[in-house]
């Protein structure tokens, strides 16, 4: 600054002895506007000389804390001890903990989730579904932009098992250069690595980034039983009784005595009648029990239940529903009947007077009993008037009898066959009624009479080997004395026996079944066949009515008469005047036996290998179709799209299936089959059929949001050119046991030890998770100078060059210059 000063001295120093030495200016050089400009100009010229400097010092900038949330979203957490599940829990601390949180000055929260896997979160998953406000960065790092509500759908606790420690070392290589100030964990400690949690903690206290973990979930509980499948079918016949696979999952009270039932479900949710029921023994882990249930004759929601024990981790999973719906398929019955008596009936009138009179065959009985229920259609075909078997017409329509093409034939589900001989049909008849009921499912019936069974010569014929009794062959085995039968009502009843609801009064009504005129003396009962009444002495008791399964199809025998000369009170008035005992046996018989018959009329059959599948197993999907004419053909094209049984079970776009090999992908995705994507199957020429195969991913495998467990639906399609010929659906069940699932109860003590280890806190609650995150500091960092010098303001320089040129103009226009 002296030097500034000294030189600018000198300089004035300097200028006033030239203009001594030169002497007195001219008048023209005096003008006070010049020397003013002239003053400016050496004015500024002084501040850019002196050049002052101006300072500025901003605070320096606040750095928030880094926290990073890791939450667990394993299936454990989806259980609950007070009504709320784990999960709830998380969710709730959470929401609490935000509420005292300043998101402008607070820590910054980086969002992960782990299970199988670590994964990030772009979702305040505690906010619930909003439109999102901004975009989202960061998803992938450690610490993330402050995220953003959006419409996304939140995680879950879904995972089929627990890496904590996994996840933890995983955590560590998304820190980036900045670790982060605390790790908070929320889980229930329920890991499948604990071994090496002493590890990874010190590794963490190394980086000195302590572990705070939020235990979730009592440790002051015994165990938990849980039902964690139900296979029953979707779709069932009237008057059936279904079978229904549970699978029952149990931790801790091995040798407990519980019950398992299958109750009705009523329009308000609540539990209605019982409907099966069984007493098991628990043992830890998963078993299999089967239970059967009536099916009524309309929709119903089932519920599978198993009584709660004490101290159970969630009782809200002793419970399993599934909605049973009521196939009503018109069933198509054949009924041949070789009785050709007649006999009257008045209709109307009073006391016998007036009315008219309406003529019956012998068929008329049961053929009537069938059709009051509208789901069954029955064709009565019979001999001629004379009993000639020869000619053969419908009661309907004489000039037509028995179906002519196996087609035809194929396009009913069950034959009965009262009274009539071997000779009535052809062999070629014969030999479709063998493919219909062994490979096609239908079903078949004989009735006792005078031609049948061994008096109608069926002995050694396709039929004979299909009844669930010998047939004996000597001609004739037809006796005509009263004959009394009586129902096995020893344990469960068969569903043809289940006349009334109550089973008190149907075991009653069960023994006023009245007699009957004559039977057939058959043989032996086959091994496979199931007697569901007997005739005879003790000593000397026969078969009266006898069933079993004969390939694919059903079949059934009752060696006494049914129509009004042989069996008049049971046809007439068997439940009373409507005979309605007799018109339910019926209609029980037809369904029974008819269960599987709905294959019999398709162009396209399929089936599965089985129906429950386990992770990493193969489905075999099999395939027939068949032309108009009912042979088996590959000028088909079948396509086959999976689909979940239930939309509640699935939470993502893929199936748990891999993509099949060998088949033609019509969408190009990922290794899993997606939801709805159609492929074609293999077409197998030697065998006339179709196939494919269908791998279920591993657990390992499997991405986030897939579940593993969960009803499929196996849709198939045929077509000829781009004509649909025929559609059926198969249904399986995939059941997973992970180890997650084994044993429920949470491990805080592991939690603890990892908090420990790595210098972290056990925080129980919202409050104390508050709390840790108003105690993280926060970095400030130093203030920050700014300099300007006078020179380096720009205006100053343009105004001195204004100054300096308005002189030298000035001076030009004076004629100084």
Same mark, same amino acid.
């Given at each position: ?112 989730? =782990? ?70 964990? =929320? ?165 016998? =007077? ?74 070629? =008849? ?388």
């Amino acid at each position: 600054m002296s030097v500034i000063a000294a030189s600018a001295l000198g300089a004035f120093v300097g200028f006033a002895l030239m203009r001594r030495a030169m002497g007195a200016p001219i008048a023209l050089s005096r003008r006070w506007g010049l020397w003013t400009i002239r003053g400016l100009i050496l004015a500024v010229v002084g501040v850019i000389l002196l050049n002052p400097v101006r300072v500025e010092e901003a605070p320096g900038s606040v750095e928030r804390a880094k926290v990073v949330y890791l939450v667990d979203t394993s299936q454990s957490m989806a259980l609950g001890e007070t009504g709320k599940t784990r999960w709830d829990q998380v969710v709730a601390t959470i929401q609490a903990a935000e509420k005292s949180r300043d998101v402008r000055t607070g820590p910054q929260l980086g969002l992960f989730r =782990f299970g199988s896997r670590l994964a990030a979160i772009d979702v305040p998953f505690w906010k619930g579904f909003e439109p999102a406000l901004a975009p989202r960065g960061g998803a992938g790092t450690a610490v993330a932009a402050e995220p953003h509500p959006t419409t996304e759908p939140p995680p879950a606790p879904t995972d089929a098992e627990t890496l904590l420690s996994g996840s933890l070392e995983a955590l560590s290589g998304r820190f980036g250069q900045t670790p982060p100030q605390a790790v908070v964990v =929320f889980s229930d400690g329920r890991a499948r690595d604990p071994e090496r949690a002493d590890a990874v903690a010190a590794g963490y206290r190394h980086m000195k980034v302590p572990i705070h973990v939020v235990p979730v979930g009592s440790d002051l509980v015994g165990g938990d039983v849980a039902i964690v499948s139900m296979v029953a079918p979707s779709l069932v016949r009237k008057s059936s009784q279904v079978p229904v696979q549970l699978f029952v999952r149990s931790y801790g009270y091995k040798g407990k005595r519980a019950e398992l039932k299958l109750v009705a479900v009523g329009g308000d949710g609540r539990p209605g009648a019982i409907l099966g029921r069984t007493p098991v023994v628990l043992q830890d882990g998963l078993n299999s029990y089967t239970l059967t249930f009536p099916s009524g004759e309309q929709d119903r929601k089932i519920a599978a239940t198993i009584d709660p024990q004490v101290g159970e981790v969630s009782v809200r999973n002793n419970t399993l529903t599934a909605d049973v719906a009521i196939d009503h398929t018109k069933i198509r019955v054949l009924y041949l009947e070789g009785s050709v008596e007649n006999f009257a009936v008045q209709r109307g009138g009073f006391l016998g =007077f007036g009315g008219s009179t309406e003529v019956r065959g012998a068929y008329s009985a049961l053929q009537m009993a069938l059709m009051e229920d509208p789901d069954i259609e029955c064709t009565a075909v019979l001999p001629s008037a004379d009993g000639d078997f020869s000619s053969l017409g419908r009661a309907d329509e004489k000039q037509r009898g028995l179906p002519e093409t196996p087609s035809e034939l194929f396009a009913y589900d069950a034959i009965i066959l009262s009274n009539v001989p071997r000779e009535a049909i052809s062999d070629q =008849f014969l030999s479709w009624i063998d493919d219909w009921i062994g490979r096609r499912g239908g079903g078949l019936c004989m009735v006792g009479g005078p031609n049948s069974f061994g008096s109608g010569r069926w002995a050694g014929t396709a039929v004979g080997a299909m009844l669930p009794v010998e047939v004996v062959n000597n001609g004739r085995d037809w006796e005509q004395p009263l004959v009394s039968i009586k129902p096995v009502t020893d344990g469960p009843l068969h569903a043809i026996l289940h006349i009334a609801a109550d089973d008190a009064e149907n075991r009653a009504l069960l023994a006023t079944v009245p007699k009957f005129l004559g039977r057939n003396r058959v043989g032996r009962v086959k091994p496979t066949a199931e007697v569901l009444a007997w005739e005879g002495t003790a000593s000397e008791a026969r078969p009266a009515i006898a069933v079993q399964p004969f390939g694919r199809g059903r079949t059934a025998a009752l060696t006494t008469g049914i129509t009004r000369r042989f069996a008049s009170e049971f046809s007439q008035s068997w439940g009373g005047t409507d005979a309605r005992y007799y018109k339910k046996f019926w209609r029980n018989a037809v369904y029974w036996l008819t269960e599987n018959s709905s294959i019999g009329r398709r162009r396209l059959l399929a089936e599965t290998d089985k129906r429950l599948y386990r992770p990493g197993e193969p489905i075999v999907l099999n395939a027939k179709a068949f032309d108009e004419n009912a042979a088996a053909t590959l000028d088909y094209r079948v396509t086959v799209s999976i689909e979940p049984k239930s939309a509640a079970e699935s939470t993502s776009d893929a199936s748990p299936l891999r993509r099949p090999s060998g088949a033609r992908i019509e969408a190009i995705g990922g290794p899993l089959l997606p939801w709805g994507e159609e492929f074609e199957l293999n077409k197998l020429a030697g065998e006339k059929s179709y196939r494919s195969t269908l791998a279920i991913t591993d657990a390992k495998s499997l991405p986030s949001g897939v579940a593993l467990t969960q009803g499929l639906r196996i849709e198939l399609t045929a077509y000829e050119g781009n004509t649909q010929v025929d559609s059926t659906a198969l249904d399986v069940q995939i059941l997973d046991d992970p180890s997650e699932q084994q044993n429920p109860l949470p491990d805080h003590d592991l939690l603890k030890r990892l908090a420990e280890a790595s210098g972290g806190t056990l925080l129980h609650g919202s409050a104390d998770l508050a709390s840790m995150l108003g105690r993280l500091p926060i970095s400030v960092g130093p203030s920050e100078v700014r300099t300007m010098p006078a020179w380096s303001h720009g205006w100053l320089m343009a105004l001195l060059i204004a100054l300096l040129t308005t002189e030298w103009v000035w001076r030009r226009r004076v004629g100084l210059a």
